[in-house]
Structures are given as structure tokens and as C-alpha cells.
């Protein structure tokens, strides 16, 4: 079983900051890319930014300049700092990995998702 977990939402005024964390646990063999994704309410779920294991990434137009994605591969934990935050940020932001689990094939695995408010 592999799980992803999400920390760190909440609620931030505009110009604010936040970061949100996402912990991989269980048996766990490698995690290709780790991103991060969000839904606002009536909107389809979008990505907002992406890493690879060799530490690639990759940003929605939206939050570049204002968000920076990193991972640890020794803690399986992909994070999300997000700045100078807009009204528009809000949405419930959800993790997602592409795991491969010992003995399976890889997967693409998602959190329960965090909620995250700005406030104008």
C-alpha cells in the first residue's frame, strides 16, 4: 500500500505565504515525478507544478515566479512554497506521485487533498 499525505494548507491573506508538504510512505521501490495539482470550486483539477527525480521542473504560467517546488528523496517528500498569494490561489491542492511499489508496477498515486484560502 503507498499513501500520500499533505500538510500544510490553511488560510492566508493575499500576499501571504504558504507551504504545503506531501509525505510517501509504504513500500515504496522509487517515485518518478512528484507534483503538485488544484481544484477550485466548478473548475477542472490543473496542474500547478511538477518535479522529476532528477529535479526537473515544471510550472503552471499562473504561479510562475510565485511558487517553488522541491522534493527530498530521502524523506519521499515533495513540498510546495507558495508566495505573494492571490485570491485566485484558492483551491484544494492535491498531491500526486508516479510510485513504483516493490514488486508492482508504477502507479500514479494521489493525496486527500489540502485546502488552501486567500483571503482579499
Known amino acids: 500500500q503507498v499513501q500520500l499525505v499533505e500538510s500544510g494548507g490553511g488560510l492566508v491573506q493575499a500576499g501571504g505565504s504558504l507551504r504545503l508538504s506531501c509525505a510517501a510512505s509504504?513500500?515504496?521501490?522509487?517515485?518518478?515525478?512528484m507534483g503538485w495539482y488544484r481544484q477550485a470550486p466548478g473548475k477542472q483539477r490543473e496542474l500547478v507544478a511538477s518535479?522529476?527525480?532528477?529535479?526537473?521542473?515544471n510550472y503552471a504560467d499562473s504561479v510562475k515566479g510565485r511558487v517553488t517546488i522541491s522534493r527530498d528523496g530521502a524523506k519521499n517528500t515533495v513540498y510546495l512554497q507558495m508566495n505573494s498569494l492571490k485570491p485566485e490561489d484558492t483551491a484544494v491542492y492535491y498531491c500526486?506521485?508516479?510510485?513504483?511499489?516493490?514488486?508492482?508496477?508504477?502507479?500514479?498515486?494521489w493525496g486527500q487533498g489540502t485546502q488552501v484560502t486567500v483571503s482579499s
Open positions: 518535479i522529476t527525480r532528477g529535479g526537473t521542473t
Open positions: 500526486n506521485a508516479a510510485v513504483e511499489p516493490w514488486g508492482r508496477r508504477e502507479s500514479n498515486y
Open positions: 509504504g513500500s515504496i521501490r522509487s517515485i518518478n515525478v
